[in-house]
Nanobody
Framework: VQLQAFGGGLVQAGGSLRLSCAASGDTFGRYAAGWFRQAPGTEREFVAA????????RYADSVKGRFTIARDNAKNTMFLQMNGLKPEDTAVYYC???????????????????WGQGTLVTVSS
């Protein structure tokens, strides 16, 4: 499956953004998916994950309660709703997917084999 992330931009602290990840080339509902991010000078880190049916989600502690991951398999799209943004959320955000069984989700990047190109989120203080 091919992935394309979009929706990043510049937002003030406390604001909101909604990232989208469009999938093509296969049935997205066969894939668990997730979001990762990489700030300048740091390693890529886990943000959120969702099972292929969308019923199971997991979040990094740093975003829990502020970010929501969701998916619409009929539209081959995944979302990351980001509220209460902080300057430390500034990063390039990547979506990822892995062909898997129902109920599975993944929080480490080495588990994923399909990646989008990334979209930049900048949060000003």
């Amino acid at each position: 499956v091919q992935l394309q992330a979009f929706g990043g931009g510049l937002v003030q602290a406390g604001g909101s953004l909604r990232l989208s990840c469009a999938a093509s080339g296969d049935t997205f509902g066969r894939y668990a998916a997730g979001w990762f991010r990489q700030a300048p000078g740091t390693e890529r880190e886990f943000v959120a994950a969702v099972s292929r049916g969308g019923t199971i989600t997991r979040y990094a502690d740093s975003v829990k309660g502020r970010f929501t991951i969701a998916r619409d398999n009929a539209k081959n799209t995944m979302f990351l709703q980001m509220n209460g943004l902080k300057p430390e959320d500034t990063a390039v955000y990547y979506c990822a997917a892995k062909f898997t069984v129902a109920g599975a989700y993944y929080v480490t990047q080495r588990d994923y084999n399909s990646w989008g190109q990334g979209t930049l989120v900048t949060v000003s203080s």
